[in-house]
C-alpha cells in the first residue's frame, strides 16, 4: 500500500481501489493541531477518492487528548458524511487498555445513523467489519 498525496509526516494516508477503503495511520502521537490537520488530511482524501470506508490505525498515539474521541465522533464524522453525501463507516485499531479504558457510551452509534464507527484491536476484525458494511445494502 503505497501512501497518499493527503499523508503527513505524521499521518501516513493511503487509498486501496480493490477494497474501496481508505486507511489512515497515525505514525506517532500528535497535538491537538496536528490531531485536527491529520483528519482534514483523511477528509480530503476520502472526497478526492469518493470512499467511505475507512480504517484509521491509531496504536502509536499515546497520549490521547481527552476531548479528541469525542471531537472525532461527534462532530468531524458527521461533517465528512454530510460533504460525501453518503453513508460513513469507520474502524479504529486502538491499544487494548485504551479500549478498556472508553466508557460504555463511547462505543455506541445510534441505530441507521449515517455514520457508523467501531473500535477493534485487531486489525483483521476491522477488516472484516468493513467488509460486511460494504456487503450490505444501503438503507434509503
Known amino acids: 500500500m503505497l501512501p497518499d498525496q493527503f499523508s503527513t509526516d505524521f499521518l501516513q494516508v493511503a487509498y486501496r481501489p480493490d477494497l474501496n477503503q481508505?486507511?489512515?495511520?497515525?505514525?506517532?502521537?500528535?497535538?491537538?493541531?496536528?490531531?485536527?490537520?491529520?483528519?482534514?488530511?483523511?477528509?480530503?482524501?476520502a472526497q478526492h477518492h469518493q470512499c467511505g470506508y475507512w480504517l484509521i490505525d491509531s496504536r502509536r498515539r499515546t497520549?490521547?487528548?481527552?476531548n479528541g474521541p469525542e471531537w472525532v465522533t461527534t462532530q468531524f464524522l458527521p461533517q465528512v458524511q454530510r460533504q460525501l453525501g453518503t453513508p460513513l463507516y469507520v474502524c479504529f485499531?486502538?491499544?487494548?487498555?485504551?479500549?478498556?479504558?472508553?466508557?460504555a457510551s463511547a462505543h455506541e452509534v445510534a441505530p441507521g445513523s449515517l455514520v457508523q464507527f467501531a473500535r477493534f484491536q485487531d486489525e483483521g476484525a476491522a477488516n472484516t467489519w468493513l467488509a460486511t458494511k460494504q456487503a450490505a445494502p444501503r438503507q434509503a
Do not use: C, F, I
Not at 22 to 45: D, I, K, N
Not at 63 to 66: C, E, K, Q, V
Open 22 to 45: 481508505l486507511t489512515g495511520r497515525w505514525l506517532r502521537s500528535v497535538t491537538e493541531p496536528e490531531l485536527h490537520q491529520g483528519y482534514e488530511a483523511l477528509s480530503q482524501a
Open 63 to 66: 497520549n490521547r487528548s481527552l
Open 93 to 103: 485499531l486502538v491499544l487494548p487498555d485504551y479500549l478498556g479504558s472508553l466508557p
